[in-house]
Protein backbone atom coordinates (compact mmCIF):
# COMPACT_ATOMS: atom_id res chain seq x y z
CA UNK A 1 0.00 0.00 0.00
CA UNK A 2 2.72 2.33 0.68
CA UNK A 3 4.07 2.10 -2.67
CA UNK A 4 0.67 3.37 -4.13
CA UNK A 5 0.99 5.90 -1.86
CA UNK A 6 3.98 7.30 -3.12
CA UNK A 7 2.95 6.71 -6.65
CA UNK A 8 0.08 9.22 -5.97
CA UNK A 9 2.76 11.70 -4.38
CA UNK A 10 4.62 11.56 -6.97
CA UNK A 11 1.07 12.42 -9.43
CA UNK A 12 0.56 15.25 -7.18
CA UNK A 13 3.95 16.98 -7.58
CA UNK A 14 3.78 16.43 -11.66
CA UNK A 15 0.63 18.13 -11.57
CA UNK A 16 2.39 20.91 -9.45
CA UNK A 17 0.10 20.34 -6.16
CA UNK A 18 2.21 21.51 -3.36
CA UNK A 19 1.16 21.00 0.72
CA UNK A 20 1.34 23.68 3.12
CA UNK A 21 0.68 23.96 6.61
CA UNK A 22 4.11 23.15 8.92
CA UNK A 23 5.22 23.63 12.91
CA UNK A 24 6.29 27.06 13.24
CA UNK A 25 4.80 28.51 10.29
CA UNK A 26 2.58 31.79 11.17
CA UNK A 27 -0.90 31.44 11.21
CA UNK A 28 -2.94 32.73 7.88
CA UNK A 29 -6.77 32.66 7.73
CA UNK A 30 -6.45 32.41 4.07
CA UNK A 31 -4.53 28.87 4.17
CA UNK A 32 -5.40 27.82 7.90
CA UNK A 33 -8.33 26.87 9.37
CA UNK A 34 -7.47 26.96 12.62
CA UNK A 35 -9.84 24.82 15.08
CA UNK A 36 -8.01 24.88 18.89
CA UNK A 37 -6.11 27.76 20.07
CA UNK A 38 -3.31 27.69 23.27
CA UNK A 39 -1.61 30.38 25.48
CA UNK A 40 1.75 29.37 25.61
CA UNK A 41 4.34 31.52 26.46
CA UNK A 42 6.95 28.95 24.60
CA UNK A 43 5.26 29.87 21.39
CA UNK A 44 5.05 33.30 19.12
CA UNK A 45 2.13 34.94 18.57
CA UNK A 46 -0.17 33.29 15.98
CA UNK A 47 2.58 30.11 15.68
CA UNK A 48 1.25 27.07 14.40
CA UNK A 49 1.56 24.20 17.06
CA UNK A 50 0.18 21.63 15.85
CA UNK A 51 -1.17 20.79 12.18
CA UNK A 52 -4.12 18.03 12.18
CA UNK A 53 -4.66 17.73 8.18
CA UNK A 54 -1.95 18.99 5.89
CA UNK A 55 -3.56 21.94 3.31
CA UNK A 56 -3.10 21.42 -0.83
CA UNK A 57 -2.96 23.78 -2.98
CA UNK A 58 -2.36 24.57 -7.35
CA UNK A 59 -0.26 27.65 -7.45
CA UNK A 60 -2.39 30.66 -5.72
CA UNK A 61 -5.37 27.93 -5.83
CA UNK A 62 -6.14 26.14 -2.36
CA UNK A 63 -7.24 22.80 -2.85
CA UNK A 64 -7.90 22.40 0.88
CA UNK A 65 -6.75 24.49 4.02
CA UNK A 66 -4.49 23.17 6.82
CA UNK A 67 -6.23 22.27 9.94
CA UNK A 68 -4.02 23.89 12.58
CA UNK A 69 -4.01 24.15 16.45
CA UNK A 70 -2.25 28.03 17.35
CA UNK A 71 -0.54 29.86 19.97
CA UNK A 72 -1.31 32.81 21.45
Keep these: ????FDFLL???KFLG???FGAVGDKFDPNFHN???HVDDDNYGEEE???VF???YKIGDK???PATVK???
Excluded at 1 to 4: P, R, S, V
Aim: zero cysteines; proline letters at 0%; glycine letters at 12%.
Design 1 to 4: MAGL
Design 10 to 12: KIY
Design 17 to 19: VEE
Design 34 to 36: GVM
Design 48 to 50: IVD
Design 53 to 55: MKG
Design 62 to 64: IIR
Design 70 to 72: VAN
